[in-house]
T-cell receptor
């Protein structure tokens, strides 16, 4: 079983719609959680960190459920520029290494 | 701030030759640099962790004699793919941790697309 699992998609969503991604992680020692965005043939860029209480940044909302070991990302009022691959990333206690999920590919349709 | 410059952005080389990829932290000191590889439609896989002034730590299954890492200064880490073969064709990305950043501090280079023919 992969340490971080995501539905690869693709998700094809009309502009303006709301879309949600989930991610599960297998290592209960995971401490820090992030969503990164990766455009085609580019490096990943941090979208947002995920906090235990959940957090929001504009149209983006991240939630963490430690008991069920899953993380979610909600995008409201989706824009064409949101088209990208979204990577779920976790980090373990006392370990600098990041573990990446395979990514969920999102395409926003005009 | 916290920029990592990676070069080259793409390279095509013949099978059997070696290719060097450089990552420089431009405005901060990177004591640790991480090297990843990403195959099409797959996740970033950590290859090795490079520490300034010491030997790199390689992940299981990564050949240290094939992927040579040098981190001789606080601002430069290099990855050399030796005797490259077509199966080494991939997207290689470095990342450094900048403790001064609020977002946990990982900055990525722009990646190097290696094609071995």
């Amino acid at each position: 079983r992969k340490e971080v699992e995501q539905d690869p998609g693709p998700f094809n969503v009309p502009e303006g719609a709301t879309v949600a991604f989930n991610c599960t992680y297998s290592n209960s020692a995971s401490q820090s959680f992030f969503w990164y965005r990766q455009d085609c043939r580019k490096e990943p860029k941090l979208l947002m960190s995920v906090y235990s209480s959940g957090n929001e940044d504009g149209r983006f909302t991240a939630q963490l459920n430690r008991a069920s070991q899953y993380i979610s990302l909600l995008i409201r009022d989706s824009k064409l520029s949101d088209s990208a691959t979204y990577l779920c990333v976790v980090n373990r206690v006392g370990n600098e290494k990041l573990t990446f999920g395979t990514g969920t590919r999102l395409t926003i349709i005009p | 701030g916290a920029v990592v410059s990676q070069h080259p952005s793409w390279v095509i080389c013949k099978s059997g030759t070696s290719v060097k990829i450089e990552c420089r932290s431009l405005d901060f000191q990177a004591t640790t640099m991480f090297w990843y590889r990403q195959f099409p439609k797959q996740s970033l896989m950590l290859m090795a962790t490079s520490n300034e002034g010491s030997k790199a730590t390689y992940e299981q299954g990564v050949e240290k004699d094939k992927f040579l890492i040098n981190h001789a200064s606080l601002t430069l880490s290099t990855l050399t793919v030796t005797s490259a073969h077509p199966e080494d064709s991939s997207f290689y990305i470095c990342s450094a941790r900048h403790l001064g950043r609020s977002d946990y501090g990982y900055t990525f280079g722009s990646g190097t697309r290696l094609t071995v023919v």
